[in-house]
């Protein structure tokens, strides 16, 4: 009997151990196994027309994430010089000073550079016509308007991959229930080994649209907001540079003697 009893025991010791070594190894194959359904085996699967859908949105994803980095870029260094105009530029004892200690390629500078410089060449055949005021507002007003195109340029990309890139994913789920369609049509049964890869490659192409789409959204709308901000700041700093420099003439012509013969 008791033969017997450590008999079974050493048998059941045996079938455990085993049982063990087994289980993780046949975990490891499951492991390994690659998944038929897959991103990579929806794109050979599909051929060219997923594989074009695919680099086509991925095109879509990376150029309107440089669109969206570059931009904020631009508008995060705005505002830091417009928080450092009162250090930098209105301390300064004159307009060209205080444009001396801004940037060189400082949207703020090349507003006051193209102000001063219009006030200093106020002469011609042409502009002798168009009071000095006017001419200097029009030319700040200018400036204004060409340093926001610069901010506005880029963000049209944004818009346009945020409504199109939806559908470029659904061309690409299109294609993928045709081709189970046609895989159900030559089989003439629906079977789900039939169906399951251009399916999944519809709704894998569906998912990149979204993923395009959803970042292009929201950053344009976002970018929209912090040039509203900016542009705001560009506004009234020219506006007061333009009454800086309008009082500054109005004071020169009243130091002008009576005996002046005036302009004929």
Do not use: C
Request: glycine share 10%.
């Amino acid at each position: 009997m008791k033969n017997f009893v450590s008999r079974a025991g050493l048998a059941a010791s045996v079938a455990l151990g085993t049982l063990m070594v087994s289980v993780p190894a046949f975990a490891a194959e499951e492991i390994a196994t690659e998944n038929p359904y897959g991103l990579r085996a929806a794109l050979e699967q599909g051929g060219p027309i997923a594989q074009g859908t695919f680099g086509i949105l991925v095109l879509m994803s990376l150029t309107s994430w440089y669109v969206i980095f570059t931009k904020w870029w631009d508008q995060r260094k705005l505002l830091i010089e417009a928080k450092e105009l009162d250090k930098k530029f209105w301390s300064a004892p004159s307009l060209k000073d205080g444009a001396a200690k801004l940037d060189k390629n400082s949207a703020f500078r090349q507003i006051v550079d193209d102000g001063l410089r219009a006030a200093d060449h106020h002469e011609g055949r042409l502009t002798d016509s168009i009071d000095k005021n006017e001419w200097v507002t029009m030319s700040m007003a200018r400036s204004t308007h060409a340093i926001n195109a610069r901010l506005q340029s880029g963000l049209a990309w944004l818009a346009s991959v945020g409504s199109t890139s939806p559908f470029v994913g659904l061309f690409g789920t299109v294609v993928g229930i045709y081709r189970a369609l046609i895989n159900i049509g030559v089989a003439g049964q629906a079977s789900i080994d039939k169906v399951a890869g251009p399916v999944g490659e519809a709704l894998i192409m569906t998912a990149l649209g979204l993923a395009v789409a959803v970042p292009a959204v929201l950053g344009y709308n976002w970018l929209i907001r912090r040039n509203k901000d900016v542009q705001d700041r560009l506004n009234n700093f020219s506006a007061d540079v333009h009454g800086y420099m309008m009082s500054g003439a109005r004071v020169a012509r009243t130091g002008v003697t009576p005996t002046a013969a005036p302009k004929a």
